[in-house]
C-alpha cells in the first residue's frame, strides 16, 4: 500500500491491528492455541508433496551442509512437520500469525503475512463445519462482500484416476482444470472411450452454483458409489451454510482446483473484489499428515492478511 | 459494483477479428475503430471495451482492471498467464514452430543449439523435454533474420502461413503445437461475474456452432 499522508498510514495501521486482534480473539475463545512454526523445509520433501506447485516460486537457500532449503512457501506443512512428531492423538487446535514466503514473477521475495486455524484429531462433520464457518465468520465480521467456493477434493481425483493411471497426464489433466481449459479437455476426452467419468468430465465446468443445480445438471448419469457419497456430503455441508443464512455468497464449483495437492475432502477458497486472489484458502488435508510420518485428521484454513486489510481500507 | 463486464481487446488483426465476433453476437457496436479513442461503453448488457496493445491484455485481466480478454494461446504461454481459459474462439490460428534452414539439424550432440525467439519461456519449457542444450537468443521482432546473419541455428515463431519464412530462404523444421484465439478472464472476476461470463461464453459458442 501506497498513503498519499501520514494520517492515512497510521489509520491503515490501526485498522489492521485491530483486523488481527479481531481474528485472535475469535479462534482463541474457541479454543484454538498459538503456534510459531519454523521459517525452513527441506526443498526435496517440499516439492515431492507439491509437484503442480511452481518451483520458480519458491525461495530456496542452501545450508552449511549443502542442503537445499526452502523458505516456508506454506505455512501449514511447517506447522505439520512441528506438531506431528510430539501429537498425542487428541484433538488439537491451533492458530497462526507467520509470514510466508514467495518469489514473484520480477525475482521478488514476496513476504506475505498469513493468519489460519489447524484443527488436528477430530474427523467428524462437525469439525469441518467449524472450520468453514470460522472462515465465513472473518467476512462477516468485517462487513465486506465476498464469494466462499466449495469443492471435494476427491471429485477431480477420482474421476481422473478412473480416466488414467498416468502420473503425467494425471497432472496435466489437473492442469486444464485449474485453467478451466474446457477446449484441451475435449480434445484429449474425445479420443477416449465412453464412461460416466468421461461424461461427467465433459460438463465438469457447468458443475457449479448450487447443489440442487449440480445434481439437476448430473441427473442424467448413473454415478459410483464414491462420486455419490461425495454429491451427499457436500449437500450436507451446503444446508449448514443455507441454516446460517450464508447460502447467498456460496459457490458450489466442482472444478476448482488447489495448487496443494495434499487436500483430500472438502476444498474452500474465499474471494474479495479488490483482491487478485482468493484471500481464503482451506480444507481437509489428512494426505499431508500422512506424507510427514503420522496420519491423523486435520482441517484447516490460511488467510492473506494484507488483502484482507486493503479491503476494509478501502471500504 | 458495475454489474457488466469490462473487456480488454488486442490492437491489430487479431482484435480486429475479435471485434467483429462481438458485434456478431449483438454486442460492441460503440466500438468504433476509426476512432483513437481507447475505451469504449456499451449499453448492451453494460459493457465497456479497452483497446490495448496485445502484450499488455493478459496484464490487464490478470490484474482484474478488465474482466474478460481476447488473446492468442502464444501469449498466454509465453506469460504464464494465471487467468482462466473459458473458450478456444477459433480464430488466429497458427503454429508455433521451430523453423530454420533446410538442411539444419536440431541435434547438435555436444553442441549448443541457438535459438532466436520472441518467446523464450515457450522456448525453453518445449527444449527441457529434449536431451539437446540450447541457448536462447531474446529478439522483439524480425527473427527470420537471425538464421540468415549466423546469429542463431534456428528460431522458434509462430508460423501461419510461411510466406515470411519462405521469402527469407526458410524452412518449418518441427511443428510444436497449435495455437488460437483464446477467451480468457480473470479468477476473481469469474466468481463475482459468473452469470456475466456466463453468459457472454454461451453466445460466444452459439456463434461458432
Not at chain 1, 493468519?115 to 477430530?122: P, Q, R, V
Not at chain 1, 468453514?132 to 465486506?144: A, M, P, R, S, T
Amino acid at each position: 500500500m501506497t498513503f498519499l499522508t501520514l494520517e492515512e498510514e497510521l489509520i491503515y495501521f490501526e485498522t489492521k491491528q485491530k483486523i488481527h486482534e479481531q481474528l485472535e480473539a475469535e479462534v482463541k475463545k474457541k479454543g484454538y492455541m498459538l503456534i510459531e512454526p519454523s521459517f525452513f523445509q527441506d526443498y526435496d520433501t517440499f516439492t515431492t508433496m507439491n509437484p503442480r506447485l511452481k518451483k520458480e516460486t519458491m525461495v530456496k537457500m542452501i545450508s552449511q551442509e549443502g542442503q537445499v532449503l526452502v523458505l516456508r512457501p506454506d505455512v501449514t506443512t511447517a506447522i505439520m512437520k512441528q506438531v506431528l512428531s510430539k501429537w498425542d492423538q487428541h484433538e488439537l487446535k491451533l492458530y497462526y500469525l507467520s509470514t510466508r514466503f514467495k518469489m514473484n514473477s520480477l525475482n521478488q521475495i514476496e513476504e506475505q503475512k498469513q493468519f489460519g486455524i489447524e484443527y488436528l484429531g477430530n474427523e467428524s462433520k462437525e469439525a469441518v463445519e467449524e472450520v468453514l464457518l470460522q472462515g465465513y465468520q472473518v467476512f462477516e465480521n468485517l462487513k465486506i462482500r465476498y464469494v466462499m467456493e466449495l469443492s471435494d477434493s476427491r471429485w477431480i481425483n477420482t474421476l481422473i484416476k478412473a480416466m488414467t493411471s498416468d502420473l503425467d497426464l494425471q497432472k496435466t489433466m489437473k492442469n486444464w482444470i485449474d485453467y478451466k481449459d474446457r477446449y484441451a479437455l475435449e480434445k484429449w476426452l474425445d479420443q477416449q472411450p465412453s464412461s460416466v467419468e468421461k461424461d461427467i468430465l465433459s460438463r465438469i465446468f457447468d458443475l457449479q452454483g448450487t447443489m440442487n443445480d449440480i445434481i439437476r445438471k448430473l441427473s442424467d448419469l448413473k454415478l459410483s458409489e464414491p462420486l455419490m457419497k461425495i454429491i451427499d456430503e457436500m449437500k450436507s455441508i451446503e444446508s449448514r451454510i443455507h441454516q446460517e443464512g450464508y447460502l447467498n455468497k456460496t459457490f458450489v464449483d466442482l472444478s476448482m482446483m488447489s495448487a496443494f495437492d495434499y487436500y483430500e475432502g472438502i476444498m474452500f477458497k474465499g474471494y474479495l473484489q479488490s483482491s487478485m486472489q482468493p484471500v481464503l484458502r482451506g480444507g481437509r488435508y489428512d494426505p499431508l499428515t500422512e506424507q510427514l510420518g503420522k496420519r491423523c485428521p486435520a482441517i484447516g484454513f490460511t488467510l492473506t492478511l494484507k488483502d484482507l486489510v486493503k479491503e476494509v481500507f478501502q471500504s | 459494483m458495475k454489474k457488466g463486464l469490462t473487456i480488454a481487446l488486442p490492437k491489430g488483426r487479431l482484435g480486429e477479428v475479435a471485434i467483429e465476433k462481438f458485434k456478431a453476437i449483438g454486442w460492441a457496436n460503440s466500438i468504433d475503430e476509426s476512432s483513437r479513442q481507447l475505451i469504449f461503453y456499451d449499453e448492451v448488457a453494460d459493457t465497456t471495451y479497452m483497446l490495448v496493445k496485445p502484450s499488455d491484455v493478459i496484464t490487464y485481466v490478470e490484474r482484474g482492471v478488465a474482466d474478460v480478454g481476447v488473446i492468442g494461446k502464444d501469449s498466454i504461454l509465453e506469460e504464464k498467464a494465471n487467468v482462466y481459459e473459458l473458450l478456444d474462439l477459433g480464430f488466429g490460428t497458427c503454429q508455433f514452430a521451430i523453423a530454420g534452414k533446410n538442411g539444419q539439424s536440431l541435434t547438435k550432440k555436444d553442441e549448443v543449439l541457438k535459438i532466436a525467439t520472441k518467446y523464450p519461456n515457450v522456448t525453453k519449457a518445449y527444449f527441457e523435454k529434449k536431451a539437446q542444450p540450447i541457448e536462447i537468443i531474446k529478439l522483439n521482432g524480425s527473427v527470420e533474420l537471425a538464421p540468415l546473419v549466423g546469429l542463431s541455428d534456428v528460431i522458434v515463431d509462430i508460423v501461419e502461413t510461411g510466406s515470411t519464412l519462405k521469402a527469407n530462404g526458410l524452412i518449418v523444421l518441427e511443428n510444436m503445437m497449435a495455437i488460437s484465439a483464446k477467451l480468457i478472464s480473470n479468477r476473481v472476476s469469474y466468481r463475482f461475474k459468473y452469470e456475466a461470463i456466463q453468459a457472454l461464453v454461451k453466445k460466444m459458442e452459439v456463434l461458432q456452432s
